[in-house]
């Protein structure tokens, strides 16, 4: 069967579809401990759920580890699942990887099927086809790249998400958006992600998942163009590692949506991108998004942590920024003195 994108929000009867073309020997449904109670029981509808072997992982990101995947793997020998079984992903990033990865892995590979649950798993986790773990502390340090055969992509879930977890994937979207075009930046600015009807979002959802389809195609093992995708990433994880070390942890997209206005000063810097649109960007982020915790006297250990990152080499720091929307740069190894001057003015600017 064609790997596939699917958007719509008739979840089961779309399941209950791919699950009749591929006549698996059984289906195992995966979920967390939140999705389990706010997602599955509004997909009692479905026939192919009726019949599944339900896993449950507790959630949240700390428990994206061997514990949960030795579980998972341990439920899929206990309900005789084989080559010919389907798993079914039905959560947020926490789920899609860890699940991706235990489908990667068990029996050499079986098929699966990603269904997110938050905005954050929908524009981002659950397609592209990178699955896997944190370990020792580290995050994705284990992992394989491994597509379902389809994600399903609905808004209908993201009721019971709080505005912090729709902001929060909203960061992802901004990002695609300003990796697209000008137009597409402009028309996701004048979106208010909080407050938008059902299927608006679903439309929303499914052109910036578009954006990140068509880069993974050109690069599925990220070679080169995929780190276009890493757009406001290395100051986001500075910054969203930072917080952690502050005992005041943020959202992932929302240290990638204060990550993205940083990278857009820097991309002026150094690339002239364009002034008004780096102000704009740098004013929606401040009034959709809280206030970055951030002082001059961070600056030390958050320039260490982007030395850190996994993603660059030989003590180097590397960038993907932008000379305009659509137009990104990647593996720009940047001064400290340019990240310092950007971090002054990203002050100035967000708080
Ligand atoms: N594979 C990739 O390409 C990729 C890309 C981005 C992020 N990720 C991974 O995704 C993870 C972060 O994603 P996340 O924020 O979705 O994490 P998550 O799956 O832990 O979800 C966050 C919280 O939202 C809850 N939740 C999900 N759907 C819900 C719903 N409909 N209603 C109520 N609660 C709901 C979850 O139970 C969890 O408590 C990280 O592990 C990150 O590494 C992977
Ligand atoms: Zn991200």
């Known amino acids: 069967m064609q790997k596939q994108i699917l958007f719509t929000n ?3 009867a779309t399941l209950d579809r791919l699950v009749d073309e591929l006549k698996p020997s059984k289906v195992i449904a995966l979920v967390d401990s939140n999705t389990a109670t706010a997602v599955y029981p509004t997909l009692s509808d479905s026939r192919a759920l009726k019949g599944a072997h339900l896993v449950v992982c507790p959630a949240g990101e700390c428990n994206k580890n061997l514990n949960s995947l030795t579980h998972i793997w341990q439920s899929l020998v206990e309900v005789g699942a084989d080559r010919r079984s389907v798993m079914v992903c039905i959560g947020g990033g926490m789920i899609t990887d860890i699940g991706g990865f235990a489908a990667a892995t068990f029996k050499r590979g079986i098929p699966h099927i990603n269904i997110p649950t938050n905005l954050l798993g929908a524009v981002d986790a659950s397609v592209g086809g990178k699955t896997g773990i944190d370990f020792l502390g580290l995050k994705n340090e284990i992992g394989a790249f491994k597509s379902p055969v389809a994600t399903i992509v609905s808004s209908r879930f993201f009721a019971t998400l709080s505005p912090m977890d729709m902001l929060s994937g909203y960061g992802e979207m901004l990002k695609h958006a300003l990796l697209s075009s000008t137009q597409a930046t402009a028309e996701m600015m004048r979106c208010d ?3 938008i009807e059902t299927e608006s979002l679903l439309k929303m959802v499914e052109k910036s998942v578009r954006v990140k389809e068509q880069i993974v ?3 599925p093992l990220e070679t080169g163009l995929r780190k276009t995708l890493n757009l406001g990433h290395t100051f986001g994880h500075a910054f969203e590692s930072l917080a952690m070390q502050k005992e005041r942890p943020v959202a992932h997209g929302i240290a990638v949506a204060h990550g993205i206005a940083a990278a857009l000063i820097l991309s002026h ?14 004013r929606h982020i401040k009034e959709q998004y809280p206030s970055p915790l951030i002082t001059c006297k961070d600056y030390d250990a958050l320039i260490d942590l982007m030395r850190h990152d996994k993603k ?12 305009s929307a659509g137009e990104a740069v990647i593996n720009l190894s940047v001064d400290e003195s340019d990240i310092r001057n950007t971090l002054d003015i990203f002050q100035d600017l967000l708080q």
Not at 272 to 278: G, I, K, L, V
Not at 312 to 321: A, C, D, S, Y
């Open 10 to 12: 008739e979840v089961a």
């Open 193 to 195: 992600i909080t407050d």
């Open 217 to 219: 195609a050109t690069d």
């Open 269 to 282: 810097m150094l690339l002239q991108f364009p002034s008004e649109t780096m102000h704009q960007v740098c």
């Open 312 to 323: 660059n080499e030989n003590g180097k720091i590397n960038f993907t920024l932008l000379k």
